[in-house]
């Protein structure tokens, strides 16, 4: 079966949605693929206790504010997930689920997109797959000889499965502290950062995080000094539940050890410590395998961009990926300013 659009925008989750929405505002013919079965993007796969880092009205797409969440001054990523399902609806975007991309492929005019449920040929493509089915792993001396449990980010729940257990959590930023906070009074947890720990001020959420961004690409963007932007206030949001451990005394650091061993880990001076899981809060890379037919990637991996556009195929746009693609693009708050920008430069006649 091939198709034919206007626009495939590939990844069904905030990024995409914020990108149909405006589509959708201008009248052009587009299609969303999305590999997850059901709405909500990501979010229907977090850990059970995380919450955002801002209230719910500041955490909404373009169009429509997130509802509250009773009880919750910042919503759970279930209230999110919720939230995704509704605006799809609301907006009647045209997004298809359980619907995995393969390959994109030059067919000169036209970018030829592959995917399981058949072929669509479009005049633009929008890539918003963000980080979640790439989860990052160092490579970590005796990562293969230790016999405990090994689990990634994506893959950790809540404390109730190591009730009792001895838990390293690897990872300085948000997830390593949030998941550490959550497994202390249930497990003996060591948290490993490869630096000290760099909080946030205790006033500060999302919005104040999105405004950073914004202000260093202005910046940039004019020629001024470089702001340094978020990283330069800090790696942590002191969410309520990071700041009671912290405050307590129960989240305190411990330098990166050298290795893994059949039991547990290794610090430089030779100390050891057992456990039984290991929790690796090591970040992402972008989803972007499906891209490599194009032979667009350059240095680490990535595709240089100017602003939201492949810098070498005014025909593919990247959504949600930070920094990369827009201040503050990989939040709900940011992706909705470069979602327009690339919907608006995609209305235009290809040159």
Do not use: K
């Not at 939230?83 to 030059?106: C, F, I, S, T, W």
């Amino acid at each position: 079966m091939t198709q034919r659009t206007q626009v495939v925008v590939i990844g069904g989750g905030q990024a995409g949605l914020a990108a149909g929405y405006h589509l959708r505002r201008l009248g052009t013919e587009h299609v969303v693929l999305d590999a997850q079965a059901a709405p909500g993007g990501a979010w229907q796969h977090m850990w059970d206790s995380l919450r955002l880092f801002s209230p719910a009205a500041y955490s909404s797409l373009p169009g429509r504010l997130m509802p509250l969440q009773e009880g919750q001054p910042h919503p759970d990523a279930g209230h999110v997930a919720a939230y995704l399902a509704d605006y799809e609806e609301r907006y009647e975007l045209p997004v298809q689920h359980g619907v995995q991309v393969e390959a994109v492929r030059d067919e000169g005019r036209l970018l030829r997109v592959e995917t399981d449920a058949g072929v669509w040929r479009a005049r633009a493509v929008i890539n918003a797959t963000g980080t979640w089915t790439r989860p990052f792993l160092p490579a970590v001396e005796g990562r293969r000889e230790f016999a405990g449990r090994q689990l990634h980010t994506v893959h950790y729940a809540n404390p109730a499965e190591f009730a009792g257990q001895r838990v390293i959590v690897v990872g300085g930023g948000n997830s390593g502290a949030q998941i550490a906070a959550d497994l202390t009074g249930h497990a003996e947890v060591t948290w490993v950062t490869r630096r000290p720990p760099r909080y946030l001020a205790d006033d500060i959420d999302g919005r104040s995080l999105f405004d950073a961004a914004t202000a260093r690409r202005r910046a940039l963007d004019e020629g001024r000094p470089d702001t340094g932007g978020v990283a330069s206030l800090g790696d942590i949001v002191a969410v309520p539940p990071v700041r009671a451990a912290r405050d307590a005394g129960l989240l305190t650091a411990r330098a990166m050890f050298t290795r893994l061993t059949a039991t547990g880990a290794e610090w430089a001076d030779g100390t050891r410590q057992d456990a039984g899981a290991v929790i690796w809060a090591t970040g992402f890379r972008p989803a972007l395998a499906h891209l490599a037919g194009l032979g667009l990637r350059g240095t680490r991996g990535r595709i240089a961009t100017v602003g939201t556009r492949a810098a070498d195929d005014p025909r593919l746009h990247f959504l949600g990926y930070g920094d990369w693609t827009g201040p503050a693009s990989a939040t709900l708050i940011g992706v909705g300013r470069t979602a327009r920008e690339a919907a608006r430069e995609i209305a235009l006649p290809i040159r």
